[in-house]
């Protein structure tokens, strides 16, 4: 069965400390792989996506995941984060050949305290 | 330019009311995708138009859920006979070809 699982579903942290979000998919097929942001009272943002090539794929706001393959893993990393970084993250994961249909993990609600 | 849009923005039904909820998406984009996000969870998909055709409708959970795209431009996605496990927030993303998709702030549906 396809899914998404993120490991961590609420992490708090302290302004400055580095952020890692653990994200592991279950999905037959090449894979296209994206990782959205929802700030509070916002609609969901995409940070970043990766289709193919580099697996270090960078975003908007100093975010970076790294696709390993033999791992079905695409961690969301931020060296620093910042109080403006609270918000909830998802992962999401959809098939190059298919219509783009995305299967979502539940989320991970980070706080970042100033 | 403008995004991609819904209404109404919060939605209660009595059990047993029918609902629309309607989706305008990006202008120009051809595919459009309902998702439905009950709290705590993540968004999960319910249905997928090309233009007007709903290719994908694997999502949508049981009869009582109908979502048309009559023009290829503006959806609605029509509950009937609501339920109160219908509660959630309602979500809407368009696409230009299928790639990254753009998400509306959804319609919170509440059912009593």
């Known amino acids: 069965a396809q899914s998404v699982s993120q490991h961590n579903h609420h992490v708090i942290l302290s302004e400055a400390a580095s952020l890692e979000l653990g994200c592991n998919y279950s999905?037959?097929?090449?894979?296209?792989l994206f990782w959205y942001v929802q700030y509070p009272g916002q609609h969901l943002q995409l940070l970043l996506k990766?289709?193919?090539?580099?697996?270090l794929v960078k975003g908007i706001k100093g975010f970076e995941a790294e696709f390993i393959k033999s791992k079905f893993s695409f961690n969301l990393r931020k060296p620093s984060v910042q109080w403006s970084d609270t918000a909830e993250y998802f992962c999401?994961?959809?098939?190059?050949?298919?219509?783009?249909?995305?299967?979502f993990g539940q989320g991970t609600t980070l706080q970042v305290k100033p | 330019g403008a995004g991609v849009s819904q209404s109404p923005r919060y939605k209660v039904a009595k059990r047993g009311q029918d609902v629309a909820l309607r989706c305008d998406p990006i202008?120009?984009?051809?595919?459009l995708f309902w998702y439905q996000q009950a709290l705590g969870q993540g968004p999960e998909f319910l249905t997928y138009?090309?233009?007007?055709?709903?290719?994908?409708k694997s999502g949508l959970p049981s009869d009582r859920f109908f979502a048309e795209r009559p023009e290829g431009s503006v959806s609605t996605l029509k509950i009937q006979r609501t339920q109160q496990e219908d509660s959630a927030v309602y979500l809407c993303?368009?696409?230009?070809?299928?790639?990254?998709?753009?998400f509306g702030p959804g319609t919170r549906l509440t059912v009593l």
């Open positions: 999905y037959g097929g090449t894979v296209n």
């Open positions: 993303a368009s696409s230009l070809m299928g790639d990254e998709q753009f």
């Open positions: 999401a994961v959809g098939g190059s050949s298919n219509t783009g249909k995305l299967i």
């Open positions: 202008s120009g984009h051809v595919s």
């Open positions: 138009f090309q233009n007007e055709a709903q290719l994908d």
């Open positions: 990766y289709f193919s090539g580099d697996p």
